[in-house]
Every structure is written in structure tokens, then in C-alpha cells.
């Protein structure tokens, strides 16, 4: 429950800066929103999860923040970064939306940061873990309401080598973005904490799924 109130009010949070940074010759006009998310493909069930959320909130504000009336404009990214970009653009030149709330996936993410960067326009990730968002490709116009994935394995790491020096793991994970942060976050952590890691699974094992990675106990559901 506190962090479901604590998402919803970095989300209420978030919009009234962008309807407060707007000129007060705009004070009536709608604050247009866009939601990129994958709302098609794997990613189509998370997907639909955050809009429903983003739904709930804008519901319970009245769909006003500042003053202003809030308005939607959807478009679905397919789980695919090109698009995404693509999609980006357009919700921004064509349909003229002060923020975007999106994507589902961390490559998406990763490919929008510089699009939102350029641009100057908000964008508030409320899924995709990419560490690098909050560390070396930080930007201030890309707000995350949600996690990174260094955050979920840090910690295993070093709660694993603890009162055990000289601990050993064999990392098995994933061959994309979420995978590669969850391996080196905890390989860091577990390193620097006095453990060994001994060896890392061929690229081609790791992109499986099928596999058990060093942070999940069984394939994602």
C-alpha cells in the first residue's frame, strides 16, 4: 500500500511540474499526456497493468493537476525501440504532449533517453529497470517511478558473501539489458564483499530463459 501511494504521488508529482513549467497563458489549456507502452507483444500484460494504473491516478485527480485538464494520447511502441523512438516523435511534434509516461522495456527505454534528452521533454519510466538511467546516461528530463535492476541483486550479492570469505557463485543470466545489469550488479556487490565469482555461461546459454538466472528462481510468468 506506501508504495503504491508513494508511485502514484511521484506520478501527481511529476505532472503538476510539467503543468506548472508551462506558460500561464496556457493555464486552461489541456496538459497532454502520452502513454508509450508495449500494448502488443510479450510485454502486452505489464503493459496493460500500467495503464490501468496510470488510469486510477489520473481518476482519482480528476483528471485536472494545476488547474488544467489532463489529456491522453496512447501509442503502442510493440516492445520495439525504433518504434518507440518513432512513436516518441510523433506524440510530441504531431499530438503536442507536454510529457510521456513510457516505455514497458529497458531497450526501449534506452533508445527514448536521448530523444527525451534532446527534445526536452519528461519522460517517466514506470517499469523499465536499465541501470544505466540513473547512472552514467542520467538525464533530468527522465524520471524513473520505479526501479533499476541494480537495486534487486546488489544486495543478494552481498548478503550471500557475508561470514563466508572466499564464497563462490556461478552466475547464469540473461543475454539483454535486464539480465547483464542483474549479472554485474550482483557480481560487483558479491566481489566486493570478498566473494569469487568463477565463471560466466556462453552468450548463447545465457540468452535462454529456460535457464535460472542469479536473481530469479525460475523463467519470468
Known sequence: MGIARGRRGMLGASLAGAALASSPLRAEQ?????LLLAMSGPLARTSQEIAYGVALALDQADRRVA???IRVHVEDTQGKRGRAVERFVRLVQVEGVDAVIGPTGSPEALALRDAAHEMGVPLIVPNAGASALSAERCSPFVLRASYSN??????????MAQGAQGRTAYLLAADNVSGRDHAAAFRKSFSGAGGIVSASPSPALAASWRGINSCRRGPPT
Open 30 to 34: 489541456p496538459l497532454r499526456l502520452g
Open 150 to 159: 541494480e537495486q534487486l541483486c546488489a544486495p543478494l550479492g552481498t548478503w
Open 67 to 69: 488547474g488544467r485538464p
